[in-house]
């Protein structure tokens, strides 16, 4: 498993309020976390940081078994981003500075040729394979619950004055609902987890064909994805983690 990590504070804002962090266990594990805060005076980062820290801290701890199985990789996501919730919840009630702050979560699990992805909010994971590129994850958005409606079009949601409206985050509320997909990599394909500062400004097809792009190593394709939502503007924080497996057995995968 080979990895890339790489967040830029953008073309319009003056604090990153992005986190991002990518692990290997000694028993094999991979782990990866995209969090995207929210917040006035700053509380954004904290929020995102606190998450990055528990999911991080929980899973060195729990996820050290050579033989995790599915189920309990399930599991332990879940566990970990409620916990994260918790912290972040916790800290915004005691603290009048930190009130209402909150984050998006993506986070993935890797073993074996085997994903698990855990989700709350609007950052996304796609898998990019050779036929194509494929939104793994679902938007906790007020657009996105318009367009499942039949209210607007994927067009007209693109360009909604309410399209930054999240629907769910991490530290908002006392309980959070996480979603948990699973999926496979196969040989030379990509995960890509990433905040909406990526995907406000570059389409899928332009994601696509940087990422299968022959003779760039994967820092400079995570680097490539960066300039991209720059020179479309970077009207927001952009941070980009690929996850690449060299030498993988296709295996089936399941959602749910």
């Given at each position: 498993m080979i990895t890339a990590n790489r967040s830029d504070v953008g073309r319009i804002r003056h604090i990153n309020e992005d986190r991002s962090?990518?692990?290997?266990?000694d028993n094999g594990i991979t782990?990866?976390?995209?969090a995207d805060g929210m917040g006035g005076h700053q509380a954004g980062d904290v929020a995102s940081q606190l998450a990055v820290n528990t999911f991080r801290d929980m899973l060195e701890k729990s996820a050290s078994k050579a033989d995790l199985s599915m189920q309990e990789g399930k599991m332990l996501i879940?566990?970990?981003l409620v916990m994260a919730n918790d912290v972040v919840y916790d800290m915004a009630s005691r603290n009048e500075q930190y009130y209402n702050?909150?984050?998006?979560?993506?986070?993935?699990?890797?073993?074996e040729q085997?994903?698990?992805?855990?989700?709350?909010?609007?950052?996304?994971?796609?898998l990019i394979t050779a036929d194509g590129i494929a939104q793994l994850t679902e938007?906790?958005?007020?657009?996105?619950?318009?367009?499942?409606?039949?209210?607007?079009s994927i067009e007209e949601a693109a360009h909604h004055p309410r399209r930054n409206v999240i629907t769910r985050a991490v530290g908002t509320d006392a309980q959070v609902e996480v979603d948990i997909y699973t999926a496979a990599l196969?040989?030379?394909?990509?995960?890509?987890?990433?905040?909406?500062?990526?995907?406000?400004?570059?389409?899928?097809?332009?994601?696509?064909?940087?990422?299968?792009?022959?003779?760039?190593?994967?820092?400079?394709?995570?680097?490539?994805?960066?300039?991209?939502?720059l020179q479309a503007g970077g009207d927001d924080n952009i941070t980009v983690v690929l996850l690449q497996e060299e030498g993988a057995v296709l295996r089936g995968g399941d959602n749910g």
């Open positions: 962090w990518v692990g290997q266990l782990l990866a976390i995209v879940r566990q970990a702050m909150g984050t998006t979560i993506v986070a993935a699990l890797y073993k085997q994903l698990i992805i855990g989700h709350i909010g609007d950052s996304r994971a796609y938007d906790h958005t007020l657009v996105n619950e318009l367009v499942k409606s039949g209210q607007i196969s040989d030379n394909d990509v995960l890509l987890l990433c905040s909406d500062g990526l995907t406000n400004m570059v389409s899928d097809d332009e994601m696509l064909q940087t990422v299968r792009e022959d003779g760039l190593g994967l820092d400079d394709k995570a680097d490539r994805l960066i300039q991209l939502a």
